[in-house]
C-alpha cells in the first residue's frame, strides 16, 4: 500500500528517496527502520519529495552511542527565511539502545558498513531504511547482472506463453 497521497494523511507508506547504487555496491545482510531527527523546513522539503540518498552514509559516534546519518541532501526549503537549516548537515537517527549496540558491533567487523537503502514517510512520519551491508567484488556484481537479466528473459517467456493461450 505505497499510496503517496494515503502517507501523507497518516496511513501507508510513501518512498521519498531510494539508494539504488547502495543495492548495486553492496550485499544487504540485514535491514533496520530508523526514524529521523529534522527541523521543521526539513520535514516540509521531504514530505514534497526533494531528498537525495545519493553518497550517504551512517555510523556509529563511539562517544555519545549515538547513530549519524551523514550525506543526505534536503535542499533549503523554498518558502524559508534566514533560519533555513543546512542542505548537507548530519542528521541523528532516532534507534533504540540494544539496536544502536547491534549496529556498532556490526560496523566494528571488517567489511561492513551501514547505508542509507530509502528514506520514506510512515504514517506521515520521516524513517530511514539503513542497510547492513558488505561491499561487492566486481565478480559479484556481474554475477547480480547476469541473475537479473536472467529471471528477467523468464518473465518474457511466460508471458508470451501466457498471451499465447497455453
Known amino acids: ?3 503517496n497521497s494515503n502517507a501523507r494523511d ?5 518512498f521519498v528517496a531510494r ?3 547502495a543495492l548495486h555496491d553492496y550485499e544487504v545482510l540485514q535491514r533496520i527502520e530508523a526514524g ?5 523546513t526539513e520535514v516540509k522539503v521531504v514530505r514534497s519529495g526533494h531528498a537525495s540518498l545519493s553518497g550517504a552514509y551512517a555510523s556509529v559516534d563511539k562517544n555519545t552511542g549515538e547513530v549519524w546519518l551523514s550525506g543526505v ?5 523554498g518558502f524559508g527565511n534566514i533560519f533555513n537549516h543546512d542542505s548537507l548537515r548530519a542528521r541523528k537517527l532516532l534507534l533504540h539502545r540494544k539496536e544502536i549496540i547491534k549496529l556498532r558491533a556490526h560496523e566494528e567487523r571488517k567489511g561492513c558498513t551501514l547505508v542509507p537503502l530509502s528514506l520514506y514517510l510512515r504514517h506521515g512520519i520521516v524513517k530511514c531504511e539503513l542497510g547492513i551491508c558488505r561491499g561487492k567484488t566486481d565478480v559479484d556484481k556481474r554475477e547480480s547482472i547476469k541473475r537479473r537479466e536472467l529471471d528477467r528473459d523468464a518473465r518474457r517467456v511466460f508471458a ?3 498471451s499465447r493461450g497455453r
Not at 497518516?10 to 510513501?14: E, N, R
Not at 541532501?73 to 526549503?77: E, F, R, V
Open 1 to 3: 500500500m505505497a499510496g
Open 10 to 14: 497518516g496511513g501507508g507508506v510513501a
Open 19 to 21: 539508494n539504488r547504487k
Open 36 to 40: 529521523v531527527a529534522l527541523c521543521g
Open 73 to 77: 541532501n534536503i535542499p533549503p526549503y
Open 160 to 162: 508470451a506463453e501466457r
